[in-house]
C-alpha cells in the first residue's frame, strides 16, 4: 500500500487560518496523533460517492441576484496526480487545487480562479466537502481509533453531516456590525476567497495577518456621534477591538466546522474532540 500523499493540515480551512486558531499547536498535535495512529492501525473506510451538487451558503451575485447552486465531480488519478504535483505540498496551493479541478461550476458558470475569490471562505468549504462526498462518500469510517481518554480502540463511522455547520443568518446580508469597546460600531464583510489568498501571501507574521483581513474586511467605523470613517486604517484601532473583530469575522462565517467535531466513547462515557483536517478527508486518493 503506497503512503498517502501529504495533503494540508486542517489550517488550511480558511476561517480558522484567516484569524487564527485559539490553540493551534494543541489542535495540530490532536490532528498529528490521530494521522499517525491511523496510518499505523487502519485508514478510513470509506464508502459509495454520493451526489454532485452542492447548496451553497452566500453563492455568488449577478444582476441583483444570489445563485447558490453548485456542481462538483469525483476526483480521477489525473487529479491525485496534479494535487501531489503542487508546490512542494504547500497547504493552501493543495487546496486551490482541490477547488479549481474539483469545482464544476457555481451558479450555472464555469468555476475559474476569478471566480474562487468572490466565494466566501465558507463556501469554498463546502465545495471542498462536495468534492470529498462526491468522490469517497458521505461517511468517514475509522476503524481501532483510539479514544484519547481511555486509550480503549474503537470503530468509528462519522457521517460528514453530522460535523458542526455554521448557517448564515440572512445569506444575503453583505454588511455586519460590530459593536466596539467606546461605542464605535465596525461595519465589516465576511471574508472570501481573495481576502484568504492575500493573507496566506504573508508569513509567519500572526499580527500583520490580522491588519490585513481587517484592512479588507472593515468597511467603515461609525463614531457615537454617527460620523463615518471609511476604511479606517486598521493598526490604529485597539488591540481589544481587532480581537473582536476577528472573532466576529471567525463565528459568522458559515460552513463546516471540521476542527469542531467530537463524539462520545461509549466505553468510557466521554466526549472527545477528533478534529478532521483535509488529511483526514481527503487521504484515500
Ligand atoms: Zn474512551
Given at each position: 500500500m503506497p503512503e498517502p500523499i501529504a495533503l494540508p493540515d486542517f489550517d488550511t480551512f480558511g476561517s480558522q487560518t484567516i484569524s487564527g486558531l485559539q490553540n493551534p499547536e494543541e489542535?495540530?498535535?490532536a490532528t498529528q496523533a490521530i494521522l499517525k495512529d491511523d496510518r499505523e492501525s487502519g485508514r478510513p473506510r470509506i464508502d459509495d460517492p454520493g451526489d454532485n451538487h452542492v447548496t451553497l451558503e452566500r453563492g455568488i451575485l449577478r444582476d441583483?441576484?444570489?445563485y447558490r447552486d453548485a456542481e462538483v465531480r469525483e476526483l480521477t488519478g489525473y487529479d491525485e496526480e496534479a494535487i501531489a504535483s503542487v508546490g512542494g505540498g504547500d497547504p493552501f496551493k493543495v487546496f486551490d487545487t482541490l477547488l479549481m479541478r474539483?469545482?464544476?461550476s457555481v451558479g450555472g458558470e464555469p468555476m475559474t480562479r476569478k471566480l474562487a475569490g468572490e466565494l466566501l471562505i465558507g463556501d469554498r468549504e463546502l465545495l471542498v466537502m462536495g468534492i470529498r462526498r462526491a468522490t469517497f462518500g458521505p461517511n468517514l469510517e475509522f476503524e481501532s481509533l483510539p479514544?484519547?481518554?481511555c486509550g480503549e480502540l474503537t470503530d468509528l463511522n462519522v457521517p460528514l453531516?453530522?460535523?458542526p455547520f455554521i448557517h448564515l443568518e440572512d445569506p444575503e446580508r453583505t454588511e455586519h456590525e460590530v459593536r466596539l469597546r467606546q461605542g464605535e460600531t465596525a461595519i465589516v464583510r465576511l471574508p472570501n476567497g481573495q481576502d484568504q489568498t492575500a493573507v496566506l501571501g504573508i508569513k509567519n507574521n500572526r499580527a500583520k495577518q490580522d491588519s490585513e483581513i481587517l484592512s479588507r474586511c472593515v468597511l467603515r467605523?461609525?463614531?457615537p456621534d454617527g460620523t463615518e470613517v471609511d476604511r479606517p486604517p486598521v493598526q490604529a484601532i485597539s488591540m481589544a477591538d481587532r480581537r473582536a473583530i476577528s472573532d466576529f469575522l471567525v463565528q459568522t462565517q458559515p460552513g463546516p466546522r471540521l476542527l469542531d467535531f467530537t463524539w462520545t466513547h461509549e466505553m468510557c462515557g466521554e466526549e472527545v474532540p477528533l478534529p478532521i483536517s483535509l488529511a483526514v478527508l481527503f487521504?484515500?486518493?
Open positions: 489542535a495540530h498535535a441583483g441576484t444570489w474539483g469545482v464544476t479514544c484519547p481518554n453531516d453530522a460535523v467605523l461609525v463614531r487521504r484515500g486518493l
